[in-house]
């Protein structure tokens, strides 16, 4: 497989690249690790006419801490933020996120930022960012915006980023004291795009649940949060029947998907047959109860 043709463009900074991004206009996309992009070119599933390469860009593959926010930059590789202490120590759910994408070779070339802006629906990194309310920043030639995840992903392998914004950096709030995060997924064969993923960041306080906050991957065009199991969650003093009615909560008010709308626009570039919604919905479940059991568990809060 071959990728179709287009003319290559070096950024020499991010604001270089914003500026080729919109002087060349929609036909260009934009290329970091290159490990979601380049398989999509191979198959014709995208034919941008250019590429520009943030790669050698200067200061965007920072990992820092600043303040209550943990900020990795766009081209920080997947196996930086893998191994990063400070991930690990201040957002665990990114870190044990990271380390279900695919396999080392892909994540040793492959961005945490990329991930996230490509936005796959069953992705583990679009997913982890919603469940820790990642904050994201687009620049462009025009100027500087803040964008949380929620509001960024918008629908299959779509996000609210016009053409000619880069995604500069993603930020994540640190975990406090009480607070517990778990990522879970089950895929058909390790390094796959997990049949369902589950990841949950969550406060106890004397007992009680104070926040919580849950987002599912697989069973929708984009990564969704568990509202109603959150509902379920929040200010309860958590058993397993408790935890078990949240998981149950969290793929109720799930629309159902067919299996050619999933095959389409959830694993285009998957050739083997597409798991049906019912069984995305029963493993996302499971994962939900695993992820929160953990969650609690690390938290101090589990009975």
Not at 94 to 118: C, D, K, N, Q
Not at 212 to 226: E, H, L, M, T, Y
Request: aromatic residues 4%.
């Amino acid at each position: 497989m071959k990728p179709p043709p287009f003319s290559y463009h070096r950024g020499r900074t991010v604001e270089h690249a914003a500026e080729l991004l919109r002087e060349l206009g929609p036909s260009a996309r934009l290329l970091a690790g290159g490990q979601s992009l380049l398989p999509m070119l191979n198959l014709r599933l995208a034919e941008p006419a250019h590429l520009v390469d943030l790669g050698s860009a200067p200061g965007l593959d920072a990992i820092r801490r600043d303040g209550d926010l943990l900020v990795v930059g766009a081209t920080a590789r997947q196996a930086a933020v893998e191994n990063s202490a400070d991930v690990r120590s201040l957002v665990p759910l990114l870190a044990e996120a990271v380390e279900h994408v695919a396999h080392p070779p892909i994540r040793h070339r492959g961005t945490v930022v990329g991930s996230i802006a490509h936005a796959s629906a069953v992705a583990e990194l679009p997913c982890a960012a919603l469940a820790l309310d990642a904050q994201l920043t687009l620049l462009s030639a025009d100027g500087v915006r803040t964008v949380g995840a929620e509001d960024f992903f918008t629908g299959a392998f779509t996000t609210s980023a016009r053409a000619d914004e880069i995604v500069a950096q993603v930020a994540f709030p640190v975990t406090g004291p009480g607070t517990g995060q778990a990522w879970s997924e089950f895929s058909l064969r390790r390094g796959n795009f997990p049949v369902a993923g589950a990841g949950v960041s969550i406060t106890v306080a004397d007992g009680e649940i104070v926040d919580v906050a849950i987002a599912i991957c697989g069973v929708s065009d984009r990564p969704v949060r568990a509202r109603a199991a959150e509902a379920a969650l929040l200010g309860s003093r958590p058993d397993p029947e408790t935890v078990a009615a949240a998981a149950a909560a969290s793929v109720a008010e799930l629309t159902p998907r067919g299996a050619g709308d999933l095959a389409a626009h959830i694993l285009p570039v998957v050739a083997a047959p597409v798991p049906a919604w019912g069984y995305r919905a029963s493993v996302a479940k499971s994962q939900v109860r695993r992820a929160v059991t953990t969650a609690l568990t690390r938290a101090g809060g589990v009975r």
